[in-house]
């Protein structure tokens, strides 16, 4: 297959027309990968619709993206079909309860596959955002295979990556949006490290750029990228593919996913097998 990871820049639209001219050619220019990856908190762009005073406020600019969540539903599930590719959507604000949670979705030729919520709140996004964690952890069986996301923050906890690993993902999803290069390390780290762990690939994909018209992604740094495990099967670095910091465009490799459970069988080493040696020990 083909994976196509985004560093994504951040636009002010007038109308909706123009976000959907954009993802349109996004999805046109990802060389006719079979699966396309969207950074977080990217649909904070749509903010933009309600003006420079809703953009600009970060209680009101939460609740305009989450207005528009059924017209960027439609608008994937046509271009997914259309494309005959999965998409991940960026990830924005779905308000289930009283506060919202950051929710990404999943689309494929067929439709909506499902949604995954980020688990663990990050400090901004406890206080001011209130943004609130998701409920648990998902797997999607797709004609592509086994895919589970972690959103950004989440990428930085093994013990998420190891449920979905156990629950046999093959590829995990890791939409991020960082304001410093240190953010971007944090998670491009995790994500390195799940790879390794789960001996699985890693898609890794970034908002870039600044935002001057809005306070909670004024700043995002980082480079999208795609990883395995540096276990023999894979680029001995662990970097399968992965473009220049803070530039803008997709990121495109060729996968084998079959390598994925050679990988966890026959690796050089076996982290994945060998994991449940390392519960339960204790100081001596």
């Known amino acids: 297959m083909r994976i196509a990871a985004?560093?994504?820049?951040?636009?002010?639209?007038?109308?909706?027309?123009?976000?959907?001219?954009?993802?349109?050619?996004?999805?046109?220019?990802?060389?006719?990968?079979?699966?396309?990856?969207?950074?977080e908190y990217g649909a904070m762009e749509l903010a933009s619709l309600g003006g420079a005073e809703v953009a600009g406020d970060l209680e009101s600019s939460l609740r305009e993206v989450a207005?528009?969540?059924?017209a960027v539903s439609d608008l994937h599930t046509r271009l997914a079909t259309r494309h005959g590719c999965h998409i991940l959507a960026a990830s924005g604000p779905a308000f289930d309860g009283e506060r919202p949670v950051n929710r990404a979705v999943l689309f494929g030729p067929s439709g909506m596959i499902g949604h995954q919520d980020k688990q663990i709140m990050t400090r901004f996004e406890r206080d001011p955002w209130r943004v609130v964690g998701g409920d648990g952890l998902r797997v999607f069986?797709?004609?592509?295979?086994?895919?589970?996301?972690?959103?950004?923050?989440?990428?930085?906890?093994?013990?998420?990556?190891?449920?979905?690993?156990?629950?046999?993902v093959q590829i995990l999803l890791v939409p991020s949006c960082t304001d410093t290069v240190a953010g971007f390390h944090r998670v491009r780290i995790g994500a390195?490290?799940?790879?390794?762990?789960?001996?699985?690939?890693?898609?890794?994909?970034?908002?870039?750029?600044?935002?001057?018209?809005?306070p909670a992604i004024d700043e995002n740094r980082g480079r999208a990228a795609i990883y395995g495990p540096p276990d023999g099967f894979w680029p001995e670095t662990g970097i399968i593919a992965e473009g220049a910091m803070d530039s803008p465009g997709w990121v495109l490799a060729d996968i084998d996913i079959t390598r994925v459970e050679q990988s966890r069988r026959d690796g050089a080493v076996l982290p994945f097998r060998h994991?449940?040696?390392?519960?339960?020990?204790?100081?001596v």
């Open 6 to 39: 985004a560093a994504y820049p951040i636009d002010w639209f007038d109308d909706f027309a123009a976000y959907e001219a954009k993802l349109t050619r996004w999805v046109q220019d990802a060389g006719g990968a079979d699966l396309l990856v969207f950074p």
């Open 67 to 70: 207005r528009h969540a059924d």
């Open 141 to 168: 069986q797709t004609e592509l295979g086994r895919i589970a996301i972690l959103i950004c923050y989440d990428s930085e906890f093994p013990l998420l990556a190891r449920v979905l690993a156990e629950a046999g």
């Open 192 to 214: 390195m490290a799940r790879a390794l762990e789960g001996q699985c690939v890693v898609v890794h994909a970034p908002t870039v750029g600044p935002v001057g018209w809005n």
């Open 275 to 283: 994991w449940p040696e390392s519960a339960g020990r204790r100081l």
